[in-house]
Structure formats: structure tokens, C-alpha cells
């Protein structure tokens, strides 16, 4: 039986943002990103007529991370923008696959603050070693420009942290049945080594720095070097400077005096607490709440307990 009752989707995207883990929040902002650019491209082909290529020679890529450095210095933003981009739906859905499988089975073993800066130094590393080989390599002289877009060397990063902390863990494959977590990084491995001399050069080097980078993760992570210190420093900065300040502590005297009057006005029989009065209990309930959603997800809630957050948020 569904614990869901009326809630609407919005609600529930809302609940994953706010209480979901990083792998569901890194797939619906990709999620989001590409509708996005599919729905501005909608309205831009039927408002003026921009072709689909015009369209992404033109526009998207300001978001796609260049091959040459002097670009790169005029869209610093893509270092990030590139990894939650996608134009075509089987690459997106492909990679949120890929994300999600592996993600959820890190997860199981390390937490948000791991999965998070490996996914995010993953798409960096693979992005570095992308300009890097297109930079110095004799075969890529003849092309004057590049760009790259998706999430896959993100992706690879998490697939390679997962595969060297746990390389034996199996996991069902249809027509297949078990197999180890190693064996299928490899065979990603071997076809990115592959495919380099066939098509998409760039991606292909791009996934194998963003799996090196995974790989070098747990590696250090084993020996108590955590390299996610500094992008998670960064995010609690961030986070602390944009969070809304806390709201003005409620004046509660006035409500002791008045309760004091009541007091003597009724020979010294109190009434029912007031709204005030109830707030620690309010309190504690919603932190019962918030510990049951990050034991058991949002959707072990009853109804009643959604409708309660909700209504407590709004009054707050």
C-alpha cells in the first residue's frame, strides 16, 4: 500500500532535495538540466526557427567544457556545467543508470560526503585529462576545436571508487545473472580504451580520467587521505553564507506574564498551555520525524506525518 496520499510530484522532488540522498539529488539536477535545455530549444524552435544543430553549435555550448585552454579561461563555469549537461536522451538515461546502480551501492558503504566530491573531482579529473591529451597529443593537432558535455566521467569516478573498495561485490545482470563489480568496470575500461581511435575521442578520455580519479580516491581514502575535504569545506561555506538567517527568537515574557494573570484570575488553576507553551513538543515531534525519514527514507512516512511536516513547515 502506497504511503504517498496526495502528495504531488513536485512535493515529492521537493522531499528528495531536501531529504533524499546525494545520488537521487545528482540525478534529478541532471534530470532538470536537460529539460531544461530541451524545453528552451522547444520555444526557441518555434518562436525563430533555430534548427537543433544551430541550436547547440550556438547556444549550448557556453555550458560545454572546451578542448582549448584560452576558451576555457572565457567560460570557467563549464569545469562544472559540462557534467550535468546532456543533448540526447540515451546518453542521459545511460549515465543515470549507470549513476544510480553504483551510486546507491557506494552509498552503502561510504555516505554523502564521499559520494558527493568523487562524482563532482571525477568530472574535473576527467575534464583536466580531456584538454590535457587534446592539448599535446600529435593526433588531436588537426582539430581546432572541441567540446564535451555529460556526466560520464563523473559517473566512472563513482563506478571505480565502488569497484576498489569492493571489487568482488556482484551484482545481477539480466541474461547474465551474477557478476562482480570488477569485471564490469573493466569491460567500461576496455571499451573506452577502444573507442578512442573510433569515435568521441574526447569523451571516451574524459571517462578514463574521471575512473583514474575514483581509483585514486578510495586508494587514499584507505590510508586516511580523504581529497573530498576541501570541495566539502567549500560546500559548508557556501552553504553557510546563502542560508537564511535564523529567524527572530520569540518574545516569551509577555506570554509568562499573561499565563501569571490567569493564574491568580482563576485561583491559581491553569489553563491549557498555549501555542508557545506547545512548541518543544511540536519540536520534538518533527525531530522524530526527521530521524525516521534519514533511517528509512521519506517514503516510510505515514500520511499523517507528511501532512504534519507540511503543515509545520508552512507555520513556521
Known sequence: MS????????????????????????????????????????????????????FENDYVTWLMFPSSFKD??????????????HTSFMHILMNMIVLYIFGK???????????????????????????????ISPAFQNISSSHMLGASAGVMAVMLAMCTMQPNYQIMLFFIGAVQV?????VFILIDLLKIFQENPGGHIAHLGGALFGFIYIKQLQKGNDLGNGLNNLIDFL?????????????????????????AANNGKVRKPNKTAMEPQIQAKIDAILDKISESGYNSLTKEEKDFLFKTKDHN
Open 72 to 85: 576555457f579561461l572565457w567560460q570557467p563555469w563549464t569545469l562544472i556545467s559540462y557534467m550535468f549537461l
Open 3 to 54: 504511503t504517498y496520499g496526495n502528495s504531488s510530484i513536485i512535493d515529492d522532488i521537493r522531499h528528495q532535495f531536501r531529504y533524499g540522498n546525494v545520488v537521487n539529488k545528482l540525478i534529478l539536477i541532471n534530470i532538470a538540466v536537460f529539460l531544461a535545455i530541451r524545453m528552451l530549444h522547444l520555444v526557441m524552435y518555434l518562436g525563430a526557427g533555430i534548427s537543433l544543430e544551430v
Open 182 to 186: 570488477k569485471y564490469i568496470a573493466a
Open 239 to 263: 552553504v553557510t553564507v546563502f542560508k537564511p538567517g535564523p529567524k527572530k527568537p520569540k518574545v516569551v515574557y509577555r506570554n509568562e506574564k499573561k499565563q501569571a494573570e490567569t493564574r
Open 105 to 135: 551501492l557506494l552509498l552503502g558503504f561510504l555516505g554523502d560526503r564521499q559520494v558527493l566530491p568523487i562524482y563532482v573531482l571525477g568530472g574535473i579529473a576527467g575534464a583536466v585529462l580531456y584538454m590535457l591529451i587534446f592539448n
